[in-house]
């Protein structure tokens, strides 16, 4: 720096000591929860932040509040929790799919068949017919729905629908012509073709004739998901296999400013990481909205469509033993690349044997790639009790969803047999391991409601509280666990620890005021709290009733 910066810089301090420093906002009158960085609960009565909107210090009861402030507003002891964070999530996805048909709610094909034909009619434009949410397990069908099915509701257009899992598509006769399917197509490595029904790699032959989303249907879905998770209490969320054309829309929304949660995002591929971060993870975008931290990598598919790779074959279909989707070589090099340019690895594995072959992939890695790497696997959902300390040698996370255990636990049982559940979706073994646990949702794949996943995760019970003592209730651990796993271990799980997660010094001041105190409510309770509004960055960006916050500090300023 020449002598003439230095002089202007030397002019600039001097004009910042000058002005008086801008004063502090106080949030009071909470009955403030949170957890401290040892998972203990604490109770604050106020928040003092930062102009920008950082928290400078949790007060107390009997702590002076200062004299002079910028602002500040009373919450009436109102509860204040910190935001939940969702550690994976499609956003994307989840926008798209409050636009188009939702079967996720259906109890029999006839249901479904009923709510196909409400949409169509509602939407005589649309020239194809795209949804999901189905699930032929809670149908009781015993067998995947046909195109058959399908034609008989909708014929002169294209219907693609997409299971609960996304790991497979079921369509009607006019989707596979427009798709060029024809009686001879077979499935590729990986696939199935089953009757109009197109499992795990066989999707992408349909998936490639689907119209394109234009560019403002999908700020508009941006838009609409955004405000879906806002509204549950969740602040931040990780973005699994954000495509370039998502990265886009999300910039979009920070460029106008209409970006009003923080994202961290797992490119779907090392080009889209590159592309949009270059050799390395981007710096925190739009004041800590936005960033660009890794990549997401499939080991293999899911267990309701026996997609996931288990070391021995399925109990309900003693043939198959599900997919590895990469072989050890594959998998170890495309992991290698990532890390190589210093990406996050965020790895999807749900059968036994898919997580033994990224555990020993990270195994072989971490000769190589030293330092704080914070390996992820997505879901973890069915491991070998021999493999689970292998997890915290390498001090690998293990990103779940309790939502899942519930609504998986009779397809997981009828897909494992009994005597195979001891490492299902076993949070509690985790945590016995000292295996860091970050919990999401994996919206919209499942209810992404985190006081329904809270309840879930120490109860190991579904929403009629069944069954009785819960499903495998060994491993169910504590309400504060739970709740750290949804707030600092889902931070931690994606760098982002000293952003959010704790409602720490330092930390954005991302909270959300509810109606009941989920420390000593019952699990029934517990899941029916109300989020009445969500702060992130201290400011209000969704209030009960008003739809989205207008992005202002609300209440009495003065
Ligand atoms: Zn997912």
Redesign the pocket.
């Given at each position: 720096m020449g002598w003439t910066a230095r002089l202007v810089g030397a002019a600039m301090a001097a004009l910042i000591v000058a002005t008086p420093a801008l004063a502090d906002a106080l949030i009071d009158n909470v009955d403030g929860i949170a957890l401290d960085r040892d998972g203990k609960v604490i109770h604050f009565t106020g928040l003092l932040l930062t102009p920008e909107g950082r928290i400078t210090k949790l007060l107390g009861d009997h702590d002076k509040r200062p004299d002079k402030l910028d602002w500040r507003t009373d919450m009436h002891g109102k509860v204040m929790l910190p935001g939940f964070i969702d550690a994976?999530?499609?956003i994307m996805d989840l926008g798209f799919r409050s636009m188009e048909v939702d079967l996720s709610d259906t109890h029999s094909l006839a249901e479904a068949k009923a709510k196909i034909a409400a949409y169509v009619a509602a939407n005589p434009d649309r020239k194809w017919i795209i949804g999901g949410g189905w699930n032929q397990e809670l149908w009781g069908l015993g067998h995947f729905p046909t195109a058959a099915d399908l034609d008989s509701v909708v014929s002169d257009r294209p219907v693609v629908l997409d299971r609960i899992d996304?790991h497979a598509v079921w369509v009607n006769s006019a989707a596979m012509k427009a798709a060029g399917i024809t009686a001879s197509t077979k499935a590729p490595a990986g696939g199935q073709i089953v009757d109009g029904v197109f499992v795990d790699t066989a999707k992408r032959l349909i998936e490639k004739a689907l119209p394109q989303p234009l560019a403002r249907e999908r700020d508009v879905a941006f838009i609409k998901a955004q405000q879906l998770l806002l509204s549950n209490g969740i602040t931040a969320t990780d973005d699994?296999?954000t495509t370039l054309p998502d990265w886009l829309t999300i910039r979009r929304a920070g460029d106008a400013g209409n970006l009003r949660m923080r994202i961290v995002s797992y490119a779907d591929s090392i080009e889209t990481a590159n592309l949009t971060a270059g050799n390395g993870p981007s710096p925190w975008l739009y004041d800590g909205k936005l960033r660009m931290v890794g990549v997401k990598v499939f080991a293999d598919g899911a267990l309701g469509s026996r997609g996931a790779c288990l070391k021995a074959p399925y109990a309900d279909d003693p043939k198959n033993s599900g997919s590895c989707l990469l072989s050890d070589d594959q998998l170890r090099n495309t992991m290698s690349r990532a890390a190589m340019d210093g990406f996050q690895v965020a790895v999807?594995a749900i059968g036994d044997k898919a997580n033994a072959e990224v555990l020993s992939a990270i195994d072989a890695l971490s000769d190589t790639y030293k330092g704080d790497r914070r390996w992820r696997i997505?879901?973890a959902q069915i491991v070998d009790p021999a493999d689970l300390p292998k997890f915290a040698e390498h001090g690998v996370i293990a990103s779940m969803q309790p939502i899942h255990a519930v609504s998986d636990m009779h397809m997981a049982e009828a897909r494992l047999g009994p005597d195979r559940l001891a490492g299902a979706y076993a949070w509690k073994s985790m945590l016995d391991n000292h295996v860091p646990l970050a919990f999401g949702s994996?919206y919209p794949?499942d209810d992404f409601n985190p006081f329904h996943g809270w309840a879930a995760a120490f109860t190991r019970q579904d929403a009629n509280d069944l069954p009785f003592g819960g499903w495998q209730p060994q491993q169910a651990i504590t309400r504060e666990q739970a709740w750290r796993a949804y707030t600092q271990g889902a931070a931690y799980a994606s760098f982002s620890e000293e952003q959010y997660g704790t409602l720490a010094p330092g930390e954005w001041a991302d909270f959300i005021i509810v109606d009941t105190d989920p420390t000593f409510a019952s699990p029934g309770q517990l899941r029916n709290i109300k989020v009445e509004q969500t702060w992130v960055g201290g400011r209000m960006m969704w209030a009960r009733g008003q739809g989205q916050g207008d992005a202002d500090r609300g209440g009495d300023t003065r």
């Open positions: 994976h999530g499609h996304s699994m296999r999807h997505e879901h994996d794949n």
